[in-house]
């Protein structure tokens, strides 16, 4: 069965380092996600993209956040300076048409900033 | 105001039996999905059912079911005869409008413990 797969599935970094997070939607998937979830807490949504280009983006999402599908492949998700709030769960997801239009998600980065 | 609303934060179940996990949400828009999700302790996020606004019938998968009722607007989770491995985190979550990529919106989740 196809699944989203995330790389690396765990990662560490000092403040201020930029990190790149790695996701393979579903291969036939159109719409792609970010979110993340920290410790404890709800799943947050970050970023939807759609035809090379951002569909919406949430509150969270500011400048230092940055998306990309360099290939037709992958999809990515920049954070350029590092906090320590950045510190979570992130789960890349892809969706298809079709009735329920149901998110797969991967099984998630995990990112500490120390 | 919340759009989801998981009220249990944890539950106890014994093994075999079935188990009722609440879910409320909020909304004004008339198209809308309500999905569950499971997350175990390993951390992923496993879809388990997709219940549609328009849909006429409870969705069903295997041992799980939504308990959809409109009018209240709750879409609980039920999962009958409980396993060991259905010890995790369980999600509600929503998608406003008929169609494209719209975010889902979670809830808080419920922690749910399978007993032998």
């Known amino acids: 069965e196809p699944e989203v797969t995330q790389t690396p599935s765990h990662q560490v970094t000092q403040m201020g380092q930029e990190v790149i997070l790695r996701c393979v939607p579903i291969?036939?998937?159109?719409?792609f996600y970010w979110y993340r979830q920290i410790l404890g807490q709800k799943v947050e949504f970050l970023v939807s993209?759609?035809?090379?280009?951002?569909?919406?983006k949430s509150e969270i999402f500011d400048d230092q956040f940055s998306v990309e599908r360099p290939d037709g492949s992958n999809f990515t998700l920049k954070i350029r300076s590092t906090k320590l709030e950045d510190s979570a769960m992130y789960f890349c997801?892809?969706?298809?048409?079709?009735?329920?239009?149901?998110?797969?998600f991967g099984p998630g980065t995990r990112l500490l900033v120390l | 105001a919340q759009k989801i609303t998981q009220t249990q934060p944890g539950m106890f179940v014994q093994e075999k039996e079935a188990v009722t996990l609440d879910c409320t949400y909020d909304?004004?828009?008339?198209?809308?999905?309500l999905f569950w999700y499971k997350q175990p302790s390993s951390g992923e996020m496993i879809f388990l059912i997709y219940q549609g606004s328009y849909d006429q019938q409870n969705a069903t998968e295997g041992r799980y079911s939504l308990n959809f009722q409109k009018a209240r607007k709750s879409a609980n989770l039920v999962i009958s005869a409980s396993q060991l491995g259905d010890s995790a985190m369980y999600f509600c979550a929503m998608r406003e409008g008929g169609s494209g990529n719209t975010p889902l919106v979670f809830g808080k989740g419920t922690r749910l413990s399978v007993i032998a």
């Open positions: 997801a892809s969706s298809d048409l079709g009735r329920d239009e149901t998110q797969y």
């Open positions: 909304t004004s828009d008339p198209s809308y999905g």
């Open positions: 291969s036939n998937h159109l719409y």
């Open positions: 993209f759609y035809n090379n280009e951002i569909s919406e």
